[in-house]
């Protein structure tokens, strides 16, 4: 005889009304499939797949040539040229492969941050200001001026 307290079991669905089971809940929100719980059919399967489709790369994009680079985005590469350079070039002066700069864009109050990453480098550059455009125009300026200070990250 089962235990009113054991709420990890579930006969099949049929657990009295007052039981809590874990399986159930899990197929109910559609989190899992457990197959003998209640609502553990195919709209709960449905849910849990997922399409892989929208991860392949398009055919229409070509492999970069070693020594050259293209932006996808003609007019950001012609208002931050520098900025457009880091985050699309993938190959060094010298003809060896590197890791494009990322950029994180995060909006705060009023605020726009903007922070440029570098990888190979272990380093970030930041800035702050009121409109995107504003904090892009900053960190144009910063790198082509030369004096951009890049901070080291913390391992």
């Known amino acids: 005889m089962r235990s009113k307290l ?13 039981a809590f089971c874990g399986g159930c809940y899990e197929n109910r929100r559609g989190r899992s499939t457990n ?6 059919s195919l709209t709960a399967r449905k849910l849990l797949t997922y399409d892989w489709s929208i991860m392949k790369r398009s055919a229409s994009q070509a492999p970069q040539a070693r020594g050259k680079w293209s932006c996808p985005d003609p007019p950001f590469l012609k ?8 985050m699309c070039d993938c190959w060094w002066d010298d003809g060896k492969p590197r890791t ?6 995060r909006f705060e109050g009023d605020q726009t941050h903007l922070c440029v990453n570098d990888k190979e480098g272990s380093m970030g550059l930041y800035t702050t200001a009121e409109t995107l455009s504003g904090a892009l125009g900053q960190l144009e300026a910063l790198l082509k001026g030369g004096g951009a200070a890049w901070r080291r990250w913390k391992k």
């Open 6 to 18: 054991n709420f990890s079991v579930c006969t099949r669905g049929r657990s009295p009304p007052f």
């Open 35 to 40: 197959p003998g719980h209640s609502y553990s």
């Open 79 to 86: 208002m931050y040229p520098t900025l457009a350079e880091g």
């Open 100 to 105: 494009p700069w990322s950029l994180t864009i």
